[in-house]
Protein backbone atom coordinates (compact mmCIF):
# COMPACT_ATOMS: atom_id res chain seq x y z
CA UNK A 1 0.00 0.00 0.00
CA UNK A 2 0.85 2.92 -0.84
CA UNK A 3 1.72 5.84 1.77
CA UNK A 4 2.81 9.57 1.31
CA UNK A 5 4.28 11.18 4.54
CA UNK A 6 4.80 15.02 4.64
CA UNK A 7 6.74 16.89 6.92
CA UNK A 8 8.38 20.30 7.16
CA UNK A 9 5.83 22.84 7.50
CA UNK A 10 5.87 25.28 9.73
CA UNK A 11 5.64 29.01 10.33
CA UNK A 12 7.75 31.92 8.92
CA UNK A 13 7.54 35.56 8.26
CA UNK A 14 7.50 37.09 4.83
CA UNK A 15 10.07 36.36 2.52
CA UNK A 16 11.40 33.09 4.41
CA UNK A 17 11.84 29.89 3.09
CA UNK A 18 10.66 26.47 4.22
CA UNK A 19 11.92 23.06 2.82
CA UNK A 20 8.87 20.67 2.94
CA UNK A 21 9.33 16.65 2.29
CA UNK A 22 7.48 13.65 1.82
CA UNK A 23 8.89 10.57 2.24
CA UNK A 24 7.62 7.85 -0.49
CA UNK A 25 6.76 3.95 0.49
CA UNK A 26 4.67 0.94 -1.05
CA UNK A 27 5.75 1.41 -4.62
CA UNK A 28 6.68 -1.98 -6.41
CA UNK A 29 7.63 0.13 -9.59
CA UNK A 30 10.48 2.85 -9.23
CA UNK A 31 8.86 5.60 -11.84
CA UNK A 32 5.70 7.47 -10.68
CA UNK A 33 4.81 11.36 -11.16
CA UNK A 34 5.11 13.21 -7.62
CA UNK A 35 3.70 16.49 -6.96
CA UNK A 36 2.17 18.85 -4.37
CA UNK A 37 -0.67 20.33 -3.80
CA UNK A 38 -2.07 23.13 -1.30
CA UNK A 39 -6.00 24.09 0.17
CA UNK A 40 -6.60 26.91 2.17
CA UNK A 41 -9.98 26.62 4.16
CA UNK A 42 -13.04 27.11 2.14
CA UNK A 43 -11.24 26.80 -0.96
CA UNK A 44 -10.64 24.60 -3.83
CA UNK A 45 -7.57 22.31 -4.19
CA UNK A 46 -4.34 23.81 -5.97
CA UNK A 47 -2.21 22.54 -7.89
CA UNK A 48 1.91 23.98 -6.97
CA UNK A 49 4.02 21.51 -8.61
CA UNK A 50 4.65 18.48 -10.37
CA UNK A 51 7.59 16.33 -11.04
CA UNK A 52 7.82 13.32 -13.68
CA UNK A 53 9.70 9.95 -12.86
CA UNK A 54 12.13 11.72 -15.92
CA UNK A 55 12.51 14.76 -13.67
CA UNK A 56 10.65 17.20 -15.95
CA UNK A 57 8.92 19.55 -14.05
CA UNK A 58 5.86 21.89 -13.84
CA UNK A 59 4.60 24.69 -11.44
CA UNK A 60 1.51 26.71 -10.98
CA UNK A 61 2.46 29.74 -12.44
CA UNK A 62 1.87 31.48 -8.63
CA UNK A 63 4.76 29.56 -7.49
CA UNK A 64 7.11 30.10 -10.41
CA UNK A 65 10.31 31.07 -9.75
CA UNK A 66 10.12 30.97 -5.93
CA UNK A 67 9.24 27.37 -5.31
CA UNK A 68 11.45 24.11 -6.73
CA UNK A 69 10.45 20.69 -6.57
CA UNK A 70 13.01 17.88 -6.53
CA UNK A 71 13.53 14.25 -5.60
CA UNK A 72 15.56 12.03 -4.17
CA UNK A 73 15.06 8.38 -5.44
CA UNK A 74 17.80 6.32 -3.26
CA UNK A 75 16.09 8.26 -0.55
CA UNK A 76 12.21 8.22 -1.85
CA UNK A 77 11.91 11.23 -1.02
CA UNK A 78 9.96 14.27 -2.82
CA UNK A 79 10.75 17.70 -1.83
CA UNK A 80 9.16 21.23 -2.31
CA UNK A 81 11.81 24.09 -1.49
CA UNK A 82 10.14 27.69 -1.13
CA UNK A 83 11.49 30.92 -1.15
CA UNK A 84 10.27 34.23 -0.87
CA UNK A 85 7.42 33.37 1.07
CA UNK A 86 4.41 35.29 1.42
CA UNK A 87 1.00 35.73 2.87
CA UNK A 88 -1.03 34.62 0.18
CA UNK A 89 1.25 31.01 0.24
CA UNK A 90 -0.06 30.11 3.60
CA UNK A 91 -2.19 27.05 3.40
CA UNK A 92 -2.37 23.00 4.12
CA UNK A 93 0.15 21.52 1.50
CA UNK A 94 -0.32 17.82 0.20
CA UNK A 95 2.30 15.28 -1.52
CA UNK A 96 0.91 13.59 -4.18
CA UNK A 97 1.40 10.99 -6.58
CA UNK A 98 0.21 8.70 -9.61
CA UNK A 99 -1.73 10.72 -12.01
CA UNK A 100 -2.82 9.38 -15.44
CA UNK A 101 -0.61 11.83 -17.38
CA UNK A 102 1.59 13.81 -15.41
CA UNK A 103 2.55 17.27 -16.01
CA UNK A 104 0.69 20.69 -16.10
CA UNK A 105 -2.85 19.26 -16.82
CA UNK A 106 -2.66 17.37 -13.77
CA UNK A 107 -2.30 20.10 -11.48
CA UNK A 108 -5.59 21.08 -12.78
CA UNK A 109 -7.39 18.13 -11.61
CA UNK A 110 -6.47 17.13 -7.78
CA UNK A 111 -9.38 14.28 -8.47
CA UNK A 112 -6.68 12.57 -10.80
CA UNK A 113 -3.57 11.93 -8.27
CA UNK A 114 -4.31 8.38 -6.63
CA UNK A 115 -2.32 8.94 -3.55
CA UNK A 116 -2.25 11.98 -0.94
CA UNK A 117 -0.77 12.67 1.93
CA UNK A 118 -1.69 13.81 5.41
CA UNK A 119 -0.47 17.19 4.88
CA UNK A 120 1.76 19.48 6.59
CA UNK A 121 0.50 23.37 7.40
CA UNK A 122 2.64 25.78 6.68
CA UNK A 123 2.24 29.50 7.61
CA UNK A 124 3.73 32.77 6.46
CA UNK A 125 3.04 35.80 8.52
CA UNK A 126 3.29 39.41 7.01
Known amino acids: QVQLVESGGGSVQAGGSLRLSCGVS????????MGWFRQVVGKEREGVAAIDSDGSTEYADSVKGRFTISKDNAKKTLYLHMNSLTPEDTAMYYC????????????????????WGQGTQVTVSA
Open 26 to 33: GYARSTYC
Open 96 to 115: VSDPPTCGAYALTSPGKWSY
